[in-house]
């Protein structure tokens, strides 16, 4: 099992920035793909971001595509989202996840990740 904490969240400006930080411990971090989901309100978990073990390779939803960046440092056993030119759709509960399944790539769906954070709350003021 690989423990996740989420943290970076906060209260931001529509148009600002944050950056999101997911450490991670217990088991090997680096052998796995790892995802940022979302959560609003009334709403279900939708996927973000994800990237592959090696970072070679990332993959985002169509709503944050070309402003938020995944990005992971496995020494640190960190995973990130810089999130910029936020708006106030992108609040949410957002969560880093790890895939140990190995899902074909990308893995998308939250069926795919078993190991999840307890998430970091992102409010955007319009």
């Known amino acids: 099992q690989v423990q996740l904490d989420e943290s970076g969240g906060g209260l931001v400006q529509a148009g600002g920035s944050l950056r999101l930080s997911c450490a991670a411990s217990?088991?090997?971090?680096?052998?796995?793909?790892a995802g940022w989901f979302r959560q609003a309100p009334g709403k279900e978990r939708e996927f973000v971001a994800t990237?592959?073990?090696?970072?070679?390779?990332?993959y985002y939803a169509d709503s944050v595509k070309g402003r938020f960046t995944i990005s992971r440092d496995n020494a640190k056993n960190t995973v990130y989202l810089q999130m910029n030119s936020l708006n106030h759709e992108d609040t949410a509960v957002y969560y880093c996840?790890?895939?140990?399944?190995?899902?074909?790539?990308?893995?998308?769906?939250?069926?795919?990740?078993?190991?999840w954070g307890r998430g970091t709350q992102v409010t955007v003021s319009s």
């Open positions: 996840a790890v895939d140990t399944k190995y899902t074909a790539w990308p893995p998308v769906n939250p069926r795919d990740f078993e190991s």
């Open positions: 217990g088991r090997t971090f680096g052998d796995y793909a």
């Open positions: 990237i592959s073990w090696n970072a070679f390779s990332t």
